[in-house]
């Protein structure tokens, strides 16, 4: 499976997935800002700087040979930037992940965003996605149910392991 560089946008009735890049992180550290949403996902809120060298490491990608792809989109809603999905992939499978800015939770965007991004890479022959999720965090648990991904009973680093596909 050959995964083209991270240069598509994708898109859906309401939401643009763009990808990723370090001119989104001025307006990413706002939309990311509330300490809350760290509650699950840990860390606290990172600074536009901070967002800036993250990002440019996530462009730059894994280290050669390691087998592993980066995918990152930024989502837009009604022109503002209001979270981000993630997939990390070695073929066939993908290890994906969502976060939508506080203000925007409860529309459903998390489901919408993360499930175009499964569907783009179900598209291009990945078979089966992962995800692992605070037992705690209903909101990401009804995410990846929608999703199609199950609770497991592995455990990483604290959080459940949720898988479909092979």
């Not at 370090?22 to 990413?28: D, L, Q, W």
């Not at 939309?31 to 800036?52: E, N, V």
């Not at 209903?138 to 929608?146: E, G, K, L, Q």
């Amino acid at each position: 499976m050959d995964l083209p560089a991270n240069t598509e946008e994708i898109t859906t009735a309401r939401l643009t997935l763009e990808p990723l890049a370090v001119e989104h992180a001025e307006e990413m550290a706002a939309a990311l800002a509330d300490p809350g949403l760290h509650t699950f996902i840990g860390g606290s809120p990172a600074t536009a700087g901070q967002l800036r060298d993250r990002y440019a490491r996530m462009i730059a990608g894994p280290s050669p040979g390691s087998g592993e792809q980066w995918l990152n989109w930024v989502i837009r809603l009604e022109g503002a930037l209001v979270g981000y999905v993630q997939a990390t992939v070695v073929p066939p499978r993908a290890t994906v992940a969502w976060v939508v800015g506080t203000p925007w939770q409860g529309r459903g965007i998390a489901t919408e965003a993360a499930g175009a991004m499964v569907a783009w890479l179900a598209g291009r022959g990945v078979t089966g996605f992962e995800a692992t999720i605070h037992p705690e965090h209903a909101a990401s648990c009804a995410v990846a149910r929608r999703i199609g991904l199950a609770p497991t009973e592995e455990w990483e680093e604290g959080e459940v392991v949720w898988r479909s596909g092979q």
